[in-house]
Structures are given as C-alpha cells and as structure tokens.
C-alpha cells in the first residue's frame, strides 16, 4: 500500500523559511520514473503545484516561485522535503506531497495534507 | 488566473447528466495527457481520470472523460448525492515546465 505524510510547522512568522517533510511508503523513489511532488492550496481556493523530484534526482520547480523553493531527496530514509524561504501570509494553505509514476503522469497517490498559516 | 480554464460552477439533479469542461492551449492539453481530480470537502484529491478517458479502478463507469483539441471534459452521469465535491483538470505544460492545474470547479447536486 502506497502512503505520503506529510509534516512540519504549523504557523511560521513572515519573513521565515518553511521546511515541509514529505515521508512516503509502498515505492521507492530511486525507481525509474518515480517522482514526488508538492502542490498547496490556500483555504478556498484552487491547487497550485510547486515542485517535483524525480527517481534520477532531477527537479522542477513552479516558474513564478523558483527562486524561493528547495526540493531534495533522503532515498534510504524514503523523504522528499520542500524548504520555502521568505514566507508571506499569501503563502497560507494547505501543503500536499503527491506520486507520480513519470512526470507527466497523474498524481496518483497524495497525502493527507498539512495546513500552514503565515502569521506574525 | 489558472492556466487551465474551468467553470467555476455546475450544477445537477440525481441522476442528471453533468459535463465540465477544461480548456488549455497547444502547451499543455494540446500536446498531452489530460488528468481529472475529485476532491470531496476536507480531503485531499484523488484521481478521477487519467490518460485524458481511463477510469483507474475502484471509479465508477459513471464518470468520464474525453479530449479534443486543446480541451477536455468530465462527465457524470448518473449524478449522485456523493458527486458533490471540487473537480480540477490538470495536464503537464510544455512550455512552464511543469504541471498545470484548472481553477477548479465546485459540482453541487440540487
């Protein structure tokens, strides 16, 4: 059975950085194809994807957020994290780490979800 | 503003027909696969469709989808008091580089 959690703060102040830990089970990410995303989505309002890491530890990242976003691996810990510096309160919702198979494929399997307000 | 284009809103009685559409460009839906998301109030996504019209298993025969064009459509049939949720579009864009989402549309069954 496939699985994602995910963790971290949540609230962190404006100005901070986020640190978010996605923990998976059922796959291995170093499997060819495998990859793990990130997607949030403020209260209300629609999915907005922000990065992907894949099993040949090449990454994508959302253009208009770049330069702010982090994603790395931990293969023999089965962990994808997502750092995310200068946090404002616009950046308010709900965090997802999700599979896919390729990278053009379907988020098949996602996580429950964390919710990280942005607050001083 | 999303990338991809939805209504903000359907609506249907039990056991109507209701179809939402999704529109993107020769970068995202024109090129590749079109996926759709059922995501129920408090919960997190689960994919409805994938490869633009397969059901992956345990989704009723209810729902499907198709694509032409730059554009593609979910269909309910059969609407049913659980249908109630936010269904999403997303494909990969060619030219961002990364997964694009519809802004999402909110189905409720009168």
């Known amino acids: 059975q496939v699985t994602l959690r995910e963790s971290g703060p949540a609230l962190v102040k404006p100005t901070q950085t986020l640190t978010l830990t996605c923990s998976f089970s059922?796959?291995?990410?170093?499997?060819?194809?495998?990859?793990v995303s990130w997607i949030r989505q403020p209260p209300g309002k629609a999915l907005e994807w922000l990065a992907l890491?894949?099993?040949?530890?090449?990454?994508y990242y959302r253009t208009s957020l770049q330069s702010r976003l982090t994603i790395s691996k931990d293969t023999s810990k089965n962990q994808v994290v997502l750092t995310m510096t200068n946090m404002d309160p616009m950046d308010t919702a709900t965090y997802y780490c999700?599979?896919?198979?390729?990278?053009?494929?379907?988020?098949?399997?996602w996580g429950q979800g964390t919710m990280v307000t942005v607050s001083s | 503003q999303s990338v991809l284009t939805q209504p903000p809103s359907a609506s249907g009685t039990p056991g109507q027909r209701v179809t939402i559409s999704c529109s993107g460009s020769?970068?995202?839906?024109?090129?590749?696969?079109v996926y759709w998301y059922q995501q129920l109030p408090g919960t997190a996504p689960k994919v409805l469709i994938y490869?633009?019209?397969q059901r992956p298993s345990g989704v009723p025969d209810r729902f499907s989808g198709s694509k032409s064009g730059t554009s593609a459509s979910l269909a309910i049939s059969g609407l049913r008091s659980e249908d109630e949720a936010d269904y999403y579009c997303?494909?990969?864009?060619?030219?961002?580089?990364?997964?694009?989402f519809g802004g999402g549309t909110r189905l409720t069954v009168l």
């Open positions: 999700a599979r896919n198979q390729r990278i053009t494929e379907a988020f098949d399997v």
């Open positions: 059922g796959f291995s990410l170093s499997s060819s194809g495998m990859c």
């Open positions: 890491i894949d099993w040949d530890d090449d990454k």
């Open positions: 020769s970068s995202n839906i024109g090129s590749t696969y």
């Open positions: 490869r633009n019209d």
């Open positions: 997303e494909a990969w864009d060619d030219r961002l580089g990364g997964p694009v």
